[in-house]
Nanobody, 119 residues
């Protein structure tokens, strides 16, 4: 059984920073691409950033220059450093990963962590 668990969300003022963490656990052989999505109330879930096992990154245009995705392959973790936060960044943030176990390769999601940007 594979699990992804996020942490680090919370309430922050505009212009502030937060760092999200996500830890993968279970019978993991290897992890390919990891990423972060977010879903604001009344909106569709959207991609925020991804990072491959080779640490190539991709960002959604609205977060470029403000957010940084990174990973620790030894610990099966992915991080999202969010600086210059804006009210429109308010959403539930979900961690995702393509994980290879002994028997299958599949996409997994965390339960989400709330980020609220408000004064």
């Amino acid at each position: 059984q594979v699990q992804l668990v996020e942490s680090g969300g919370g309430l922050v003022q505009p212009g502030g920073s937060l760092r999200l963490s996500c830890a993968a656990s279970g019978s993991i052989s290897s992890i390919d691409t990891m990423g972060w999505y977010r879903q604001a109330p009344g909106k569709q879930r959207e991609l925020v950033a991804t990072i491959t096992s080779g640490r190539s990154t991709h960002y959604e245009d609205s977060v470029k220059g403000r957010f940084t995705i990174s990973r620790d392959n030894a610990k099966n973790m992915v991080f999202l450093q969010m600086n210059g936060l804006k009210p429109e960044d308010t959403a539930v943030y979900y961690c995702t990963a393509n994980i290879r176990t002994r028997s299958i390769v599949g996409g997994y999601w965390g339960q989400g962590t709330q980020v609220t940007v408000s004064s």
